[in-house]
């Protein structure tokens, strides 16, 4: 029997694509799932234990050892890893069906999807998100509290910052530095580095008025 047991915050789509993940990359038990309003009492056959305020209940009573946190947006997720972190140990999740340099490193709570493609030399930060089929590069540095969404390819040697993230099927040049708390939309690519708290879009990349 597993001596991980996990309870994942969340419990829709995120939190179904993390538990395959788990059931097929982790020796872990899960609990099951804590999220404030569900939009059905279980998922995957998994049950909703309660809400964020009853968690150290949940833990007592179900003896819960690590936590992740199955929401896409960061700002959620960041204040609770940042939370759960006190209480419980993160997990991360590493897909098999990745290909992944014995040279790269990484952080905490970090999940790896399916097709990913993970070079010599890149460092990923804690609480990061890298969807199905991204591509990072050599001596690439991923900050803390970033999404690199599906189909993204990141070349080598740039520096995302923390709370940014890299569209669905967007490219980052070499040798550029996407600032904290960038979004760069889907299908876009970037030539230059950012600008902090700025959107960008199109090809090439530019910054979105508002």
């Known amino acids: 029997m597993s001596k991980t047991r996990i309870v994942i915050f969340g419990a829709s789509g995120q939190a179904m694509e993390t538990i395959d993940l788990i059931e097929n990359n982790v020796n872990a038990k899960i609990l099951g799932l804590i999220d404030i309003k569900p939009f059905e009492k279980s998922v995957l056959g998994y049950k909703y234990l309660g809400s964020d305020s009853e968690i150290d209940t949940i833990i007592e009573n ?8 199955a929401i896409g947006d960061l700002k959620i997720r960041s204040k609770l890893y ?16 990745a290909n992944i340099s014995k040279y ?21 930060g804690n609480n990061v998100l890298l969807n199905s089929n991204a591509s990072v590069g050599h001596e690439v540095k991923v900050g803390n509290h970033v999404n690199i969404q599906p189909g ?37 690519m970037v030539i230059e580095d950012t600008k902090s708290g700025k959107t960008y879009a199109g090809v090439p990349a530019k910054i979105l008025k508002t």
């Open 62 to 69: 179900k003896r819960a050892t690590h936590f992740f946190v």
């Open 82 to 97: 940042e939370i759960m972190g006190k209480k419980l140990m993160p997990l991360s999740i590493f897909s098999k069906k």
């Open 104 to 124: 790269a490193k990484f952080g905490d709570h970090v999940i790896i999807y399916p097709g990913v493609t993970i070079n010599a030399g890149a460092s990923v």
């Open 152 to 188: 993204a390819n990141i070349a080598g040697r740039v520096e995302i910052g923390d709370f940014s993230t890299i569209g669905i099927g967007a490219s980052v040049r070499e040798n550029l530095k996407i600032a904290k708390n960038t979004f760069i939309g889907g299908g876009a």
